[in-house]
Nanobody
């Protein structure tokens, strides 16, 4: 069982940056596939970044070049660095994890463990 706790959300002006963190409890964190997802009001949850145990990452075109996912296995922590934020990035951001064997795809159905979310609001 893995418990995930996100932090680092907030309100920021367009063009600004935020860094989200997700701390995981439990062991074997370094072997888990991890992801960041977001959900805007009235919209489906979508993946914005994923990373596997070897550090391979994936991003959708909407955030590529602006968002960077990383992990610190010694601290059981996942990060999402978000730069050049735009109002369309507004939403609740969730950390997700899946035990091995797993694949890093930005699909909600592929992840069994979820955090409670942290709100990101980007204003123009």
């Amino acid at each position: 069982q893995v418990q995930l706790v996100e932090s680092g959300g907030g309100s920021v002006q367009a063009g600004g940056s935020l860094r989200l963190s997700c701390t995981a409890s439990g062991s074997n964190f370094d072997n888990y596939c991890m992801g960041w997802f977001r959900q805007a009001p009235g919209k489906e949850r979508e993946g914005v970044a994923t990373i596997d145990a070897s550090g391979i990452t994936t991003y959708p075109d909407s955030v590529k070049g602006r968002f960077t996912i990383s992990r610190d296995n010694a601290k059981n922590t996942l990060y999402l660095q978000m730069n050049s934020l735009v109002p369309e990035d507004t939403g609740m951001y969730y950390c997700a994890a899946e035990a091995p064997p797993c694949v890093v795809v930005p699909s909600v159905s592929k992840y069994s463990y979820w955090g409670q979310g942290t709100q990101v609001t980007v204003y123009s």
